[in-house]
């Protein structure tokens, strides 16, 4: 009966110890994602100050601007946001225009802010 009681117990710990290592890998999961977009939305706005400060009326952001399917960035408010999973990364931006990229999608940046100017 102490065998079989033994077995058990130690089932049970082995149990226990795949929940915490599931937990932790998960959660650093979690912290890649997090910091990949932050990455993402800071790298961005640097482009576009880049862009902003150089003179150039136009450039390209290409299709592999956005990493993923339902990853999406907008530009507005002098703010870049990448939105992923309901979550969004912000940074700041001079770039004043509004734009919106889309996984698979380039985009046109020009020095137009409006249709009026």
């Given at each position: 009966m102490e065998f079989i009681l033994s077995k058990v117990a130690l089932c049970m710990c082995g149990v226990v110890l795949m929940a915490v290592a599931v937990s932790v890998i998960d959660n650093t999961g979690d912290d890649m994602e997090e910091d990949g977009m932050m990455e993402?939305?800071?790298?961005?706005?640097?482009?576009?100050d880049e862009f902003w400060h150089s003179g150039l009326d136009s450039m390209v952001l290409p299709e592999s601007t956005v990493p993923y399917p339902g990853c999406t960035v907008t530009v507005r408010d002098n703010l870049v946001s990448v939105g992923h999973d309901g979550t969004s990364w912000d940074s700041v931006t001079e770039y004043p225009g509004y734009l919106t990229i889309g996984f698979g999608m380039y985009q046109e940046v020009t020095r137009r802010t409006s249709r009026r100017s």
């Open positions: 993402l939305s800071e790298t961005i706005a640097r482009i576009l």
